[in-house]
């Protein structure tokens, strides 16, 4: 479904199991920044009633997992870090085009959204399945299932206004160009490091 070309290697999980903490404040910050994102849309396209009312609900719902995230690391006698730089995002940026029509832009702009939430959701889906504490097992269980809606959602957007723009064209590239930033990456406790 998420269209991925390279996969994370698990040996990914054995990294982050290490720094549990890092792992957490990374998330949380990673949260924050896609509610964000939803929220900058918004501003940028508030002439799409239905793009708006959608993405203000993901926007919500992305400052919940944020919360979720934060009460498990103070559950856990942690304390939430500071903002993290994410290097993935920041490289997966230098992909959108731009120059060109507000409407490029904003299709641009919701694959980008969607790589990440599509990133996301697969990281989840391993940790999920190969981290060995039962309680962030779930929790990463629950999360790429509300990460694979999202992904849908800014897919979805693309391809109902950019009616005039190759969208599955464009979807490849950002696949293919996601492919080689991603290489990379998967050597961190971070949720896209």
């Known amino acids: 479904m998420l269209h ?3 996969a994370t290697d698990p040996r990914w ?5 290490k720094n549990i903490e890092e792992i957490l404040t990374d ?31 993901l926007a919500q719902e992305e400052l919940e997992h944020f919360q979720m995230v934060h009460e498990i690391i103070k559950k856990r006698g942690y ?5 993290r730089r994410d290097s993935y995002v920041n490289e997966l940026y230098k992909f959108m085009n731009k120059g060109g029509s507000r409407l490029k832009s904003m ?24 981290i060995k ?11 790429m299932i509300s ?30 160009f996601e492919a080689e930033v991603i290489k990379n990456y998967g050597k961190d406790e971070t949720i896209h490091g």
């Open 4 to 6: 991925l070309k390279l």
């Open 13 to 17: 999980v054995n990294i982050v199991e």
């Open 27 to 57: 998330h949380a910050w990673c949260e924050q920044k896609a509610a964000t994102n939803a929220i900058t849309i918004i501003t940028l396209n508030s002439e799409y009633p239905d793009l708006v009312t959608d993405l203000l609900l």
């Open 79 to 83: 304390t939430l870090g500071r903002e």
């Open 107 to 130: 299709v641009d702009r919701l694959l980008f959204s969607a790589m990440i939430e599509a990133r996301s959701c697969e990281r989840f889906k391993l940790l999920s399945e190969e």
């Open 133 to 143: 504490d039962p309680e962030l097992s779930k929790f990463y269980h629950d999360l």
């Open 147 to 176: 990460e694979a809606g999202h992904y849908t959602t800014f897919i979805g957007f693309a391809r109902k206004y950019g009616q005039d723009i190759d969208v599955d064209k464009r979807w490849q590239e950002l696949v293919a």
